[in-house]
């Protein structure tokens, strides 16, 4: 990767040099599947930190940190989240991820441009620094927000179940407690930080396997040294990475360029087919496989007082002559507002057990998956 790179749109796996508003405004719109931001906080130092001992904190004084104000700010942001939001998929989603100074700020924004909160995440550091002055709490946590494009967005990715297996198959929580980048992950130039705010892997980590798929395109428009792009390798998900400053890039594409090339097995990089990515099946494919019979009955949460007749098209008709899709003649005999009728309508086998008509739909699914791997 070069960081000579022109913005010639869009070449995964490479960092873009410049300022984020400008390279993408070069970006074709739609582009990208998901968005890892990672912006200056805005810290607002107005002295240096020392410890008891008087020794000097490496805090975060950098120049891409400084603004002149709140409204400097706030218009620096505002830019770059309208930028973001234009080469978004709009099955896509955004993490920003911020501390109390900025992560309010940011957050108003967003909804102002248009972004819809999924969530608010927060990481709980297990090894935040110390409040060295004792006229504060320590801060020891940041602030994610995980948003979709719009309010009206109604598809995009969340991997729930990879998420839960990851967690000892227990619900994955919006609270995160995860150690600082520290120790040997910690990139350093010259015996010094390659990075004042070096986010850990583990972070990254999850963010990716929750809301992205294998082969997946993510861009980070505040690139750093590269942790978004070295997990994304990992994971076997494509980057884009946007960052002005030439050492940070140096060390981006030193760290990316080290780790192995992803494998081709998409299973091994988490993605699971789910019953919102399962191919649709219609419940009259049932009848041209021939798993069921026009005139077969279906019993209603297996009860045999509760029937209706499969007929030829794919709908059931009760005994009163109501017609309908399994949904709807579920909800009538359930005196339910809503019914996924593939979980609760059975057919009796030839054993006369009553089977949920679910395993009917999933042989199908099973029968064009071996189609389509030439089996």
Known sequence: MSSKLSADPLHPNRIYPGDCIQVLATFPEKSV??????????LQLQQELRRPDMSR??????AWDQFADFAGYDQFTR???????????DTGTIWVIGSYHNIYRVGSILQDLGY??????????RNPMPQFRGVRFTNAHETLLWCKKSR???????????????????????????????????????GAKAH????PEALLYRVILASTNPGDLILDPFFGTGTTGAVAKKLG??????????????????????IPAPCFDEEVYGKFETRRTAPRVPVGRLLEYGLLLPGQTLFFNRQRDKSATVLADGSLRTDDGE??????IGAKLGNLPACNGWEHWYYEDATGTLVVINTLREQVRQTWKRAASGE
């Open 33 to 42: 599947d998901l968005i890892f931001a990672d912006p200056p906080y805005n």
């Open 57 to 62: 904190v490496a805090a975060v004084d950098d």
């Open 79 to 89: 830019a770059w989240l309208t930028a973001c939001r234009r080469v978004l998929k």
């Open 116 to 125: 819809w909160m999924l969530n608010d995440v927060i990481w709980i550091k």
């Open 152 to 190: 009206t967005q109604k598809k995009y990715t969340f991997n729930y179940h990879a998420l839960k297996m990851a967690n000892d198959e227990k619900q994955m929580r919006s609270d995160w407690e995860l150690p600082l980048c520290t120790g040997e992950e910690r990139l350093k130039i010259n």
């Open 196 to 199: 004042t705010t070096q986010k």
């Open 237 to 258: 998900r494509h980057f884009i990475g946007i960052e002005r400053e030439e050492a940070y890039i140096q060390t981006a594409q030193a760290r990316i360029a080290a």
């Open 323 to 328: 017609r309908g899709s399994i949904h709807k």
